[in-house]
């Protein structure tokens, strides 16, 4: 089936047909509604390499490393949602923590003609991405550093450490420690979540007299990950009264290392976590966590994302989501 088969069935040009499929403007809603029709009763399917091939395949890749992260899946909702009443197709590449593995996938989706890519925290080299965002159009989410060659979508991660900080201190903690991703040293991006996160609250200590305390213990953000973190920081000699994690799925591994110790949260030990995911609201979970509006990111990176397939040139655009702190049952005043 063609696209002439469609404009012959639907009594229209194949110029018309090409049009609706490109969203161009000017067409009517008539006109949208009797080549959609055509589609159907055709059950037509455009061709990805063809279209390719006469410059768009209406596909956009979008790279995560670890798809047991809850909060990519709010990224992902808002792509979706903001792509739903569009030609485009999502696809996704999970490709792990590592630089080279990213690389690799990422490499893979511009060579199948993708029109445009979304990086969630990519840990490949800062200097392979901005190479690669020069011919193909990139939105890289969550990292700050600052670029001409594509946009960028951050929360305020240092007003966000900031904020739980403040909460933990209000309740009389002042053993705070934070479990943060190691991040890729060798990828020279200088402004990641993680390094803004840890600036954040190594401020926040400071600001309230505890720089003494501070303590920031790395691992990766994943369960287990949040779990060795938990049981080397809760069986030490000094044993922190408040655990803050960079991501939902750390701070429950670090949740499973308190029960297996038989610690009680928030007795023993109050933990929060960062993304504020639909698992941190679960009633036998009740986790206090930073809200980065992870649903409004994707949207505004797949927003930004078209707008450069659709030929917008003038300068990038960096947008901040301002930080909630949404306080659950993982948190109480310190024992004794």
């Known amino acids: 089936m063609t696209i002439t088969d469609v404009a012959r069935h639907a ?17 009517s809603a008539a006109m949208q509604e009797k080549v959609r029709a055509a589609m159907t009763e055709l059950d037509y399917r455009p061709h990805a390499a063809a279209r ?16 047991r992260n809850t909060f990519f899946a709010d990224i992902l909702d808002g792509i979706r949602d903001e792509l739903h009443n569009s030609e485009y197709t999502v696809l996704i590449g999970a490709a792990g923590f ?89 990828s020279k991006w200088a402004r990641t979540p993680e390094i803004v996160l840890s600036n954040g609250y190594t401020e926040a200590m400071g600001r309230h007299g505890l720089t003494a305390q501070t303590r920031i213990c790395r691992t990766t953000y994943s369960d287990e990950g949040g779990f060795k973190a938990g049981m080397s920081l809760l069986t030490g ?15 429950l591994g670090v949740w499973r290392a308190a029960h297996e110790l038989g610690l009680r949260v928030p007795e023993d030990i109050s933990i929060i976590g960062y993304n504020n995911t639909a698992v941190a609201d679960l009633a036998t979970v009740q986790l206090t966590s930073v809200d980065q509006a992870g649903h409004n990111m994707g949207a505004t990176a797949a927003r930004l994302l078209i707008e450069r397939v659709e030929g917008r040139r003038e300068s990038a655009v960096q947008t901040s989501m301002t930080p909630r702190l949404v306080v659950r049952g993982s948190t109480a005043a310190p024992r004794g």
């Open 52 to 67: 390719g091939m006469r410059g768009r395949t209406y596909t956009i890749g979008v790279l995560l490393d670890n798809i």
């Open 237 to 251: 000699d000094e044993r922190p009264t408040a655990i803050m994690a960079g991501a939902d799925v750390a701070a």
């Open 98 to 186: 590592g630089a080279d593995a990213q690389g690799k996938t990422i490499r893979s989706m511009v060579d199948r003609q993708m029109d445009g890519l979304v990086l969630i925290a990519p840990g490949t080299p800062r200097a392979e991405i901005l190479a690669m965002a020069e011919s193909t159009p990139t939105v890289v989410i969550g990292h700050h550093d600052p670029s001409e060659l594509h946009d960028s979508v951050v929360d305020a991660d240092g007003v966000g450490a900031g904020l739980v900080v403040d909460h933990l201190v209000s309740l009389g903690h002042r053993n705070i420690t934070l479990v943060s991703s190691p991040g890729t040293r060798s």
């Open 11 to 27: 009594g229209v040009s194949t110029a018309a047909v090409s049009k609706v499929m490109r969203n161009a403007y000017g067409v």
